[in-house]
């Protein structure tokens, strides 16, 4: 017997409902560690913004190595984080 299955018949709830509350709170947990990363960046370069990131580098106020990296990274972790809550937005 699959595990989903056991745990659906054990908290009395239909397997769909089980699979759907799963993708639900890993959807919730990528976004929250993602924020969480751009908050270290923020903080990271005294910035509130991955624009204001951006102008620091181009005028040279901070050290474009590993700046650009984690300019990279900040764009991509919004991008993705925009995914999830698509997927998210989708589900309801």
């Known amino acids: 017997m699959s595990t989903v299955i056991e745990i659906s018949k054990k908290l009395g709830i239909s397997e769909k ?5 799963g993708i639900i709170s890993f959807i919730e947990k990528e976004i929250r560690l993602a924020e969480g990363e751009i908050a270290d960046l923020r903080e ?12 620091k580098i181009k ?3 901070i050290e474009s190595h ?10 991509n972790k919004e991008k993705y984080i925009d ?4 997927y998210f937005g989708s589900m309801r």
């Open 17 to 21: 409902e089980l699979i759907l509350k």
């Open 44 to 55: 990271k370069y005294d910035v509130s913004a991955r624009d204001e990131l951006y102008e």
């Open 59 to 61: 005028t040279k106020n």
């Open 66 to 75: 590993p700046a650009w990296e984690d300019y990279i990274t900040w764009k």
């Open 83 to 86: 995914e999830l809550k698509e």
